[in-house]
C-alpha cells in the first residue's frame, strides 16, 4: 500500500529556476525520506527529515515537514539539466512481524528545460 | 563505495520459464526488499526480509517467492514467468528503520522482459 502521495505528477520548468514538489501521507510517521531516480535506474537518497524537525537542508535541496497537515515539500534551488529526474517520498511502514521499512508513493517527474 | 549489486542489468526470459534474480549487499544491512517498478504505478513491494531466513510478503507477492540464505544475499524468484511480469525489478537494502530511520542502498535494477 502507498502511504506518500507526491504532486504534481509531472513538473518541466526553466533552468535555473527553482522547483517545488509535495508529498502528502496519511498516518503519523517518525520520519519522511526523498529520493531521486534517474531514467531506468535505481532511486538514490537524497535526504531524511525527523518528527521533531521542521526544515531540512543538503546543498540545493531544502525539504520542509508540517505533521500537522500530513506533508512535505521538497524544493530545488537554482535547477540544473543533471536534476531532470523522477523524485519520490517515502514514509516508514512496521510489518507486525518484526520488519520493518518504507513506503514510496509514486513520484513527480521533473524536467529541467535548458 | 558501499553498494547493492543486482546480477543482470537487463534479462529476456520466455513464458513459463523459471527465473532467478540475485541482489547483494557489502553493507551488513538487516533489511532487503525487492520492488518492482511500473509506468504510472510507482515502486510496489513485492517480498522483503528482515534477517536471514526471515521474508514477509509486500503488496504484490503473488508469482514470486524469495530466499534468503545469507544475510547478504536476496534472491527474488518468478516461478513460471507470465508476460505480465516484464517490468523493472529493484532490489533495495537498509539497517532496520526503527526509530531514528535510515536511507535505502537501491540497485541500479534489472529490466525484465517476458516474451
Known amino acids: 500500500s502507498q502511504q506518500g502521495e507526491e504532486d504534481p505528477q509531472a513538473l518541466s520548468i526553466q533552468e535555473g529556476e527553482n522547483a517545488t514538489m509535495n508529498c502528502s501521507y496519511k498516518?503519523?510517521?517518525?520520519?519522511l525520506q526523498w529520493y531521486r531516480q534517474n531514467s531506468g535506474r535505481g532511486l538514490v537518497h537524497l535526504i531524511l527529515?525527523?518528527?521533531?524537525?521542521r526544515e531540512k537542508h543538503s546543498g540545493r535541496l531544502r525539504v520542509t515537514l508540517d505533521t500537522s497537515k500530513k506533508s512535505s515539500s521538497l524544493l530545488i534551488t537554482a535547477s540544473r539539466a543533471a536534476d531532470t529526474a523522477s523524485y519520490f517520498c517515502?514514509?516508514?511502514?512496521?510489518?507486525?512481524?518484526?520488519?520493518?521499512?518504507?513506503?514510496f508513493g509514486k513520484g513527480t517527474h521533473l524536467i529541467i528545460q535548458p | 563505495d558501499v553498494k547493492v549489486t543486482q546480477s543482470s542489468r537487463y534479462l529476456v526470459k520466455r513464458t513459463g520459464e523459471k527465473v532467478f534474480l540475485e541482489c547483494v549487499q557489502d553493507?551488513?544491512?538487516?533489511?532487503m526488499f525487492w520492488y518492482r517498478q511500473d509506468p504510472g504505478l510507482g515502486l510496489r513491494l513485492i517480498y522483503f526480509?528482515?534477517?536471514?531466513?526471515?521474508?514477509e510478503k509486500g503488496d504484490i507477492p503473488e508469482g514470486y517467492s524469495v530466499s534468503r540464505e545469507k544475510k547478504e544475499r536476496f534472491s527474488l524468484i518468478l516461478e513460471s514467468a507470465s508476460t505480465n511480469q516484464t517490468s523493472m525489478y529493484l532490489c533495495?537494502?537498509?539497517?532496520?528503520?526503527?526509530?531514528?530511520?535510515?536511507?535505502?542502498?537501491f540497485g541500479s535494477g534489472t529490466r525484465l522482459t517476458v516474451v
Open positions: 533495495a537494502s537498509s539497517l532496520r528503520q526503527g526509530a531514528l530511520g535510515y536511507g535505502y542502498t
Open positions: 553493507m551488513d544491512h538487516e533489511n
Open positions: 498516518t503519523s510517521i517518525n520520519n
Open positions: 526480509s528482515y534477517d536471514v531466513k526471515m521474508k
Open positions: 527529515i525527523r518528527s521533531n524537525e
Open positions: 517515502a514514509t516508514y511502514f512496521y510489518s507486525g512481524g518484526g520488519a520493518d521499512g518504507l513506503t
